[in-house]
């Protein structure tokens, strides 16, 4: 037993010199170790730090050129970055000014009346229906307006009639006939002649100065075609120059018919030996004339 532990204390100065020499080898060892974990954090994504400490930066000009590369490459990412950042702002910048244009571009559209460039379209107005005067009163106007073509149709076929040969008359002969119209009396007398019209021992143009009145004279004679075969005498008074031109008018046509009485049938339907009865209404009691009243006064 004492032997083994001396060889033990003597063993031991010469292990003491032999672990420096052991430790060395692991020291070693454990330095891969180490770049065994850098490897492992780089793979894991952990980017090396780029710049190198300051005792291998002293050392090492290849490492000071790699760092100023890096910077250089840092620098222009940065103004790469930078640009974008300002390329993005200028847009902003500019959308700006047009967002504060669109309320004044919207300002002038209101002031604009909405379809003042379009033309206006004509709308006829819808017709409303007639009241029942207004209806009598269209009635009464179209019955007007078929009389008046009636008596235009009839005077267009008036060269028809005076186309009819006249009866002979003879010489000695004389046809009497009296016509009136309103107050007016006028006795006729038919001749055989030239067509010589004498009213009041006076010519036809200087008793009715007026050409409707020597038309309406004339007009019974020129329609029968008797115009220039007999002469008329003729004595009218009473009313005035309207009346007696009836009147005149009347007493021919009556006087012609005991001429031809054939002539009845042409001159009923001209209403010439139809006696007009239509006359000047009397004045009432209380009134100023056949309808006119005085003014009414309340107080």
């Known amino acids: 037993m004492i032997d083994d532990e001396t060889q033990k204390d003597e063993a031991t100065p010469e292990g003491q010199d032999e672990t420096p020499a052991d430790e060395g080898p692991a020291d070693q060892a454990a330095g891969p170790v180490a770049e065994d974990g850098e490897s492992s954090s780089q793979a894991a994504g952990d980017s090396p730090s780029s710049t190198p400490p300051a005792a291998e930066a002293e050392d090492s000009p290849q490492d000071e050129d790699a760092s100023a590369e890096g910077e250089a490459v840092e620098e222009s990412v940065e103004g790469e970055a930078s640009e974008s950042e300002a390329e993005v702002a200028e847009p902003v910048a500019e959308e700006k000014p047009e967002e504060q244009k669109k309320p004044k571009a919207e300002e002038k559209k209101k002031d604009v009346i909405p379809g003042a460039d379009l033309e206006p379209i004509a709308v006829e107005p819808e017709e ?20 008046r073509e009636a008596a235009l149709a009839s005077e267009e076929e008036e060269p028809k009639a005076a186309s009819r040969a006249p009866a002979k008359i003879e010489g000695d002969a004389r046809y009497l006939a009296t016509g009136k119209r309103k107050t007016s009396i006028a006795r006729v007398t038919l001749r055989p002649g030239s067509g010589k019209i004498e009213i009041n021992k006076r010519a036809l143009e200087e008793f009715f100065p007026r050409p409707l009145h020597q038309t309406t004279v004339r007009l019974p004679l020129t329609i029968t075609g008797y115009e220039k075969s007999v002469d ?68």
């Open 232 to 299: 008329v005498h003729v004595r009218v008074h009473g009313g005035g120059i309207s009346g007696q031109a009836g009147a005149v008018r009347h007493g021919i046509a009556r006087a012609l018919t005991e001429v031809d009485p054939e002539l009845r049938g042409e001159l009923k339907r001209r209403g010439f030996l139809t006696r007009d009865a239509r006359a000047k209404e009397r004045r009432k009691a209380g009134l100023k004339k056949a309808r006119k009243r005085p003014q009414f006064s309340k107080r």
């Open 128 to 147: 409303r229906p007639l009241s029942a005067e207004e209806q009598a009163r269209l009635e009464a106007e179209e019955e007007e307006r078929a009389q």
